[in-house]
C-alpha cells in the first residue's frame, strides 16, 4: 500500500491547485508513469479423447476459437506405458485421454498444426521421454527447427507415486530418466521446459498449501541435484531456469494468491542460496495452472462456473505471481466428459478476463498490503519447516512414504469438515434445494465417449505393427535397453526408436526390464487413528455384526484397471478402519482377476471398488462375472466414481449393491451401508 506521503503528494486540496508552484517540493505529485501492460497468459484447454483424429479436430477447433497453446491429456495406457491392446488397457482406451501408441497416432494428433508455432504442454510423467521422442519426431517431419519447438513436459514423478498413480519404475531409474529429457532439452531443445514440477495433483489429494509448498519444491529440488553434476557449473543457472511449475488454484483464493507468492519468494531463495544462481531471469517461478478439479460438485453443477472463475483471480491478479499459462476445468467435470460447448464456456472465461478487464493495466495490486505480506510470511515459515523436515529425512525421494501418509492424514481432516458442516459447500451440505438447472438435459449435458473408439484404435495398432520394419524395430529396442541399462542418455535412443516404429508399450517394456517396476505406498496404515469422534454408533454397529459373522468385518477394497486417482479409496479405507472393520487395500492398478483372487483369499464380507477414469462398466461387469465364476457371488459388491445414472442402472444390473458418485460425499452413510450388507441378520430378514 501507498505511504502517507505518496497518499499525500497524490490528492491536492482546492487551494493549492491556485497555488501550486509555491508548494515545497516533497508536497508535489510525482510524475505520473503508466505501467507497462503486461502480456496475457497462455489460455489452454486440457483436451484428448477417443483417438488421436478426434482430439485433433478438437484442438483445431479450439485453436480457432482463440486458444493460444495447446494441453494434452493422454489416456491412462499411454501415461502408464501399455499399448492399447493390453489387458490392463481394456476399458481404459481414449478416456481420460487420447490414445498414442506410436508415431502414426502423434502424427495424426498434430496433423495440420505446424509444432514450431505452437506451445504445447504434454501432461506425461513415466512415459515423458518417449512421448517427447514421438513429438520431436514428427516436428522434424514437418521440417521444423527443432531447437525452436516450445512447449513442456509435466515429467513430475514423485507427485505421481503420492497423488496421481502414473508412474512405472522405482523412484531412483524415474529420477534419472527426468535427468536425461533435461539434459538433452539443453542441448537440443533450447527453449522446452522438461521438467513440470506438478503440486497440482497435492492438492487433490488433500495437501495444506504449506505441505503443497513444501512437497513441490522438494521434487524441485530433489531433479536439480540429480542434474547439477551433468552440465558445466557455469551453464547450470540456465538450466534451473528452465525448471517450471503446474499448481493447483482452490476456492479460499485469497490464501491461493499469498500461496502463489509464496512460491515465488522460495523458488528465488532456493535458486539462491541453495544453487546460487545470480540472474533474477533464471530464478523466475514459472507456472502454469489448472484450477481445482476437486471442489466440482455434482450436485447444482452451474455453480462450479463461480468456482472456476474465483480460482481463476488467484492466479491472475497479483502480477508478481501471475501465471504464464492457464487452463480452466468445464463446468460439468464432476458429471463425465465436458462437451466441446463446456470447454468453450471456460476459455471464454479466460479471455473476458484477459481482453475485457484492465487487469494486465496495472502493477502488483497486493505489494505492500499488510495482511497480505502477513500470510504470505506465515506460509512460507511453514513450508520452510516442512522443507527442513524432508531435508533431514534426506530429501523428497527418502521421504515418499512420509509425505504419502500426510497427504492421507490431510485429506482425511478436509472430508470430516465438509461432513461436520465446518466447512459449507453451497448445494451440497448447505443450500441443497433450488430449481432445476436449465442447464441439464438429461444425457445431452455431458459428452458420451465413443464406444467404438477402443476397437478403431487396437485395429490402428494392428495394422501400424503389420506394416513396419521388423528387422528395424528389434535393432531400435536392442540399444534402447542398451542405452539404459549401461545409464547412458535414453533420449538419443527413444527418438531413433520412435522413428522405427516402436510402440509405446514395446519402449516401457524395455525400461520395465532393466529398471523394475514400482508399487507405490498407499497411506493407509493397519492402526486406527484418534480421530474417532462421532464413530461411535458405527463401531458399536461392526462389533454387533462381527459378533454374528463369527469374526472381523472384512472389508476389501479395490482399484481395478490403470486409475490412479486413489483420493477416494484410501478415504474410504481409512474411515472403515477406523469404525473397526478389518479392511484390505493394496492401491492402485490391480486386474479384475487379482480383486477376486484376494476377496476368495481374504475371505471379504464385502467388496468395494473405486474407479474414476470412466471404465467402470466393462471393468465392473468382467469382475462382477468372475466374482459367478469363483462361487462368490453371495459377496456384496459396492462401486464408487464418476459415473452417470444410465451406467449407474447397468452396473446395478450386473448384480452391483450400491453405487456411489461424487454427491455421495458422507463418508458414515456408505459405512453404515458397508455394516448393513455384511450384516447376516439382515440378508436373513431380506
Not at 513415466?126 to 513442456?152: F, H, K, M, S
Not at 519468494?265 to 530464478?283: A, H, N, S
Not at 498407499?522 to 464413530?535: D, F, H, M, P
Not at 462389533?543 to 477394497?557: E, I, P
Given at each position: 500500500m501507498p505511504q502517507r506521503s505518496e497518499l499525500t503528494a497524490a490528492y491536492c486540496f482546492p487551494y493549492q491547485r491556485c497555488n501550486a508552484t509555491l508548494l515545497p517540493n516533497r508536497f508535489k505529485r510525482p510524475p505520473m508513469t503508466q505501467p507497462q501492460k503486461d502480456r496475457p497468459w497462455l489460455i489452454r484447454t486440457y483436451a484428448g479423447h477417443s483417438t488421436a483424429a478426434a482430439s485433433n479436430a478438437l484442438y483445431r477447433s479450439n485453436l480457432e476459437r482463440g486458444q493460444t497453446g495447446l494441453s494434452v491429456a493422454f489416456d491412462l495406457p499411454t501415461q502408464t506405458g501399455y499399448d492399447s491392446d493390453h489387458v490392463l488397457s481394456r476399458g481404459e482406451v481414449g478416456k481420460v485421454g487420447v490414445p498414442v501408441n506410436h508415431l502414426g497416432d502423434m502424427r495424426a494428433l498434430f496433423d495440420g498444426i505446424p509444432l514450431e508455432q505452437m506451445n504445447t504442454s504434454m501432461t506425461i510423467n513415466?512415459?515423458?521421454?518417449?512421448?517427447?521422442?514421438?513429438?520431436?519426431?514428427?516436428?522434424?517431419?514437418?521440417?521444423?527447427?527443432?531447437?525452436?519447438?516450445?512447449?513442456?513436459?509435466?515429467n513430475d514423478l514423485i507427485k505421481e507415486y503420492l497423488s496421481?498413480?502414473?508412474?512405472?519404475?522405482?523412484?531412483?531409474?524415474?529420477?534419472?530418466?527426468?535427468?536425461?529429457?533435461?539434459?538433452?532439452?539443453?542441448?537440443?531443445?533450447?527453449?522446452?521446459?522438461?521438467?513440470?514440477?506438478?503440486?497440482?495433483?497435492?492438492?487433490?489429494?488433500?495437501?495444506?498449501?504449506?505441505q503443497e509448498l513444501a512437497f513441490a519444491l522438494a521434487t524441485a529440488t530433489a531433479v536439480l541435484d540429480a542434474l547439477k553434476p551433468r552440465v558445466p557449473a557455469e551453464d547450470f543457472p540456465q538450466l534451473v531456469g528452465r525448471i517450471s511449475f503446474f499448481v493447483n488454484a482452490g476456492i479460499r483464493f485469497v490464501t491461493e494468491m499469498c500461496k502463489m507468492r509464496a512460491f515465488v519468494?522460495?523458488?528465488?531463495?532456493?535458486?539462491?542460496?541453495?544453487?546460487?544462481?545470480?540472474?533474477?531471469?533464471?530464478?523466475r517461478f514459472r507456472y502454469g495452472v489448472q484450477v481445482n478439479s476437486l471442489g466440482l460438485t455434482e450436485q447444482q453443477p452451474e455453480n462450479n462456473v463461480y468456482r472456476i472463475l474465483i480460482e481463476m483471480l488467484a492466479v491472475t491478479l497479483s502480477k508478481k505471481a501471475r501465471a504464464r499459462a492457464v487452463q480452466l476445468p468445464a463446468w460439468n467435470e464432476a458429471l463425465g466428459l465436458p462437451r466441446p460447448w463446456d470447454q468453450q464456456w471456460s476459455m471464454r472465461m479466460q479471455q473476458i478476463m484477459a481482453h475485457e478487464t484492465d487487469l494486465l493495466e496495472f502493477d502488483d495490486l497486493f505489494d505492500g498490503n499488510p495482511a497480505v505480506d502477513a500470510k504470505v510470511e506465515l506460509l512460507k515459515e511453514g513450508a520452510r519447516a516442512e522443507l527442513a523436515n524432508l531435508d533431514g529425512m534426506g530429501g523428497a525421494i527418502s521421504a515418499i512414504d512420509y509425505m504419502k501418509g500426510r497427504l492421507v492424514e490431510s485429506n482425511a481432516d478436509r472430508l470430516r469438515r465438509i461432513e461436520s458442516g465446518e466447512t459449507i459447500v453451497v448445494g451440497v451440505n448447505k443450500w441443497q434445494q433450488g430449481a432445476p438447472s436449465p442447464l441439464m438435459t438429461g444425457a445431452g449435458d455431458i459428452m458420451q465417449s465413443d464406444p467404438g473408439a477402443e476397437a478403431d484404435q487396437l485395429a490402428r495398432l494392428e495394422a501400424w505393427r503389420g506394416a513396419r520394419d521388423e528387422g528395424a524395430v528389434k535393432q531400435a529396442l536392442a540399444d534402447l535397453r542398451a542405452a539404459a541399462s549401461a545409464g547412458d542418455n535414453i533420449m538419443p535412443a527413444s527418438i531413433t526408436a520412435a522413428k522405427a516404429g516402436v510402440t509405446t508399450g514395446e519402449w516401457a517394456a524395455q525400461m520395465r526390464a532393466v529398471h523394475g517396476e514400482y508399487r507405490?505406498?498407499?497411506?493407509?496404515?493397519?492402526?486406527?487413528?484418534?480421530?474417532?469422534?462421532?464413530?461411535?454408533?458405527?463401531?458399536?454397529?461392526?462389533?454387533?455384526?462381527?459378533?454374528?459373522?463369527?469374526?472381523?468385518?472384512?472389508?476389501?477394497?479395490?482399484?481395478p484397471g490403470l486409475d490412479g486417482h486413489s483420493n477416494g479409496a484410501e478415504q474410504i479405507a481409512v474411515r472403515a478402519r477406523d469404525c473397526g472393520m478389518d479392511i484390505s487395500y493394496e492401491g492402485i492398478r490391480l486386474t479384475p482377476a487379482e480383486i477376486v483372487e484376494a476377496a476368495q483369499a481374504e475371505e471379504a464380507h464385502v467388496v468395494g471398488l473405486s474407479i474414476l477414469s470412466g471404465s467402470h462398466v466393462p471393468l465392473v461387469e468382467d469382475l462382477m462375472k468372475r466374482m459367478r465364476d469363483a462361487g462368490l457371488n453371495h459377496i456384496p459388491v459396492i462401486v464408487g466414481g464418476i459415473i452417470p445414472e444410465a451406467d449407474a442402472i447397468r452396473l446395478r444390473a450386473a448384480g452391483v449393491a450400491q453405487v456411489y458418485t461424487p454427491k455421495d460425499f458422507e463418508l458414515n452413510v456408505i459405512m453404515n451401508d458397508i455394516i448393513t450388507l455384511a450384516d447376516p441378520a439382515a440378508v436373513a430378514a431380506e
Open positions: 513415466a512415459t515423458a521421454p518417449w512421448l517427447l521422442a514421438l513429438y520431436i519426431a514428427v516436428a522434424e517431419e514437418q521440417g521444423a527447427d527443432v531447437t525452436a519447438l516450445q512447449g513442456t513436459v509435466q496421481r498413480g502414473t508412474y512405472i519404475c522405482p523412484p531412483a531409474p524415474s529420477l534419472k530418466m527426468i535427468a536425461d529429457v533435461a539434459e538433452y532439452c539443453y542441448k537440443n531443445v533450447p527453449k522446452w521446459n522438461p521438467m513440470n514440477v506438478c503440486s497440482y495433483h497435492l492438492q487433490e489429494a488433500g495437501a495444506t498449501p504449506e519468494d522460495l523458488w528465488d531463495e532456493i535458486c539462491r542460496e541453495r544453487y546460487g544462481v545470480e540472474d533474477p531471469k533464471f530464478r507405490g505406498p498407499t497411506g493407509v496404515s493397519a492402526g486406527q487413528s484418534n480421530r474417532t469422534e462421532g464413530l461411535e454408533d458405527l463401531r458399536d454397529a461392526v462389533d454387533a455384526v462381527s459378533d454374528r459373522l463369527g469374526r472381523r468385518l472384512k472389508f476389501l477394497v479395490g482399484k
